[in-house]
DNA sequence: GGATTGAGTCT
DNA sequence: GGAGACTCAATCC
């Protein structure tokens, strides 16, 4: 009998099942639960009791799989192939419904799902204890499923009308910009492809070659800013360019993804994709919101809360990857600077510099500022030469002044490459792990790329570990304490709420107390925290 | 129609 | 020739 006319009533089934689902001492497993979680909240039961994720257990076992369905992680843990759904309702022209399918097919169908994963479940648990995951699979990990679920059903509200005013006018702006660049180059083309414009660009305007591609010639940024004083098209193709990526991405797609009776727009924050434990956003990404040109940042004012009354709080870690590394590193120098609240940009510019904190220059700080953040890379003498503008032998210079006045840094980088080659594999604070086969390569650049990702794994995943734990200890509080605020964004080192009217001191004060509060490191942990009617309001911006 | 490439956005 | 992500438009197959 064909699934549909077995007349099981869609509200009576979810009625005899809910006891079930919202009793959190009957514990649940199962495969990506936070889909699971968000369905059914759809259908008004809050899924307790969730224990067990096979999904985020095959994360946490190899971050760097390319993905943790449960066809693979079935294949990889159990040897089993799962049964394609295409077995049961066909491929191409004479595929048919699920629910044309006989009820038995389908039945043993779902009935696989469960046993598999459960199955899996009991040899992924004993993994994860052999391998010393457990803590932070059950204690961070699988606490943080329902916290992200709730974060995408709150979503985030936009100022839909401040986009579409901002649209028109970039769309003025890019008509005007198209048609001076068609007279300057002497001819209509499609600016957006690559192809073309580097057709015109290098044959018809014989523009020099400054970088090429695997297929072709390079036009990119980087390209076009040092051939801009060879003609006066390239000015108009950057600003082109900016414009019409953030029109594209950001101001006319983000409207068409609110949803019609929330009136929010609801990002997935995915668990299982990065190697280092960071979360990831995508449908849309909301972690990568201009912020760094004029032009950019006008986007986030679009962000807002969803009742007018309402503010958002945007609260955000400060310099928290070189404070890890002062951590991690013991160096007393970068230990001293962060306890003495020092400018650490300005600290390390003059000691490399070997000048006094007040004599540092706009320039120097700069510059210290590029090797701090290239430290926590892995960055090579290239690499520094290449960003500060500078030849090698000066980048060399530059690096070994930087080590000699943080020796401590120093000798725990090495030790980090040296713990990957004798282990196979780093870890982060919370003892998250990430594979690193190719530290023994004989081949030069993949050994190279994986000395970096020993140095910037455990910085990055550490990071990550800390806010996810903050997260936690902050929605408990909300909850403890009653509040209807919500968390809605995390991006990275920073996390963005809605706070509702009322809130906003008590907000404050959980927020600020708990990211601070996460952990007890040698360096202090600094929390910038602010508050607007939009995004950038609350960035202080 | 899906995959790849090149570009650009963020931390 | 510095780490980690996602999306868009054009183009390829």
Request: with cysteine.
């Amino acid at each position: 009998m064909p699934a549909q006319d077995i007349g099981l009533d869609r509200d009576w089934v979810f009625s005899r099942l809910k006891e079930m689902l919202e009793n959190p001492n009957i514990k649940k497993v199962g495969q990506n639960i936070k889909y699971e979680y968000t369905i059914l909240n759809n259908y008004g039961i809050e899924l307790n009791g969730i224990y067990f994720d096979t999904m985020v257990a095959s994360y946490l076992l190899n971050p760097s799989k390319p993905n943790h369905n449960l066809d693979d992680i079935a294949m990889e843990y159990l040897d089993y192939k799962m049964t394609p759904l295409t077995d049961l309702i066909g491929k191409g022209r004479k595929q048919i419904s699920l629910e044309e399918v006989d009820i038995e097919r389908v039945c043993r169908y779902s009935c696989e799902d469960a046993d598999v994963t459960f199955r899996l479940s009991e040899i992924l648990d004993k993994k994860l204890k052999d391998k010393n995951l457990y803590d932070l699979f059950i204690g961070v990990e699988m606490p943080l499923v329902t916290v992200l679920a709730k974060m995408e059903i709150a979503g985030v509200a936009l100022d839909t009308k401040f986009l579409k005013d901002m649209s028109a006018k970039m769309e003025e702006r890019l008509e005007a910009v198209t048609k001076e660049i068609y007279g300057i180059a002497g001819g209509e083309f499609n600016i957006n492809s690559h192809q073309q414009l580097s057709h015109v660009l290098f044959e018809k305007l014989k523009l020099p070659i400054i970088k090429r591609t695997k297929t072709g010639i390079s036009t990119d940024e980087s390209v076009l800013r040092k051939l801009a004083s060879t003609h006066p098209a390239i000015w108009l193709i950057l600003e082109y360019r900016t414009l019409s990526k953030l029109k594209s991405t950001y101001i006319d797609a983000l409207p068409e993804l609110i949803n019609k009776k929330t009136h929010k727009v609801h990002t997935s924050f995915n668990q299982t994709v990065t190697a280092t434990g960071r979360l990831s956003s995508s449908e849309p990404n909301l972690q990568n919101i201009p912020i760094k040109t004029d032009i950019g940042r006008e986007i986030r004012k679009a962000f807002i809360p969803l009742k007018s009354e309402d503010t958002l709080i945007s609260a955000d870690y400060s310099q928290i990857e070189l404070r890890i590394l002062a951590h991690f590193s013991n160096d007393k120098n970068l230990i001293n600077a962060f306890r003495k609240g020092h400018d650490i940009h300005a600290y390390t510019a003059a000691r490399v510099f070997d000048v006094k904190e007040k004599e540092v220059t706009k320039k120097m700080r700069a510059q210290a500022k590029t090797v701090n953040f290239g430290i926590i890379y892995g960055m090579s003498p290239y690499g520094l030469s290449r960003d500060l503008g500078i030849d090698v032998p000066q980048a060399e210079e530059f690096i070994e002044n930087y080590f000699e006045r943080y020796p401590g840094v120093k000798l725990y980088l090495e030790e980090q490459i040296e713990e990957a080659r004798e282990q196979g594999y780093v870890t982060t604070i919370l003892n998250r792990r990430r594979y690193i086969p190719e530290i023994n390569s004989a081949n030069m650049k993949m050994k190279q790329f994986s000395e970096r990702t020993a140095i910037n794994t455990p910085i990055q995943g550490s990071a990550a570990d800390l806010i996810k734990v903050a997260m936690l200890n902050i929605a408990k509080a909300i909850g403890e304490e009653g509040l209807k605020s919500k968390m809605m964004l995390q991006v990275h080192d920073e996390l963005l709420f809605e706070v509702k009217k009322g809130e906003a001191k008590q907000m404050r004060e959980i927020i600020k107390r708990e990211m601070e509060g996460v952990f007890r490191l040698k360096v202090p942990i600094l929390v910038r925290i602010g508050e607007g009617k939009n995004w950038l309001e609350a960035e202080g911006r």
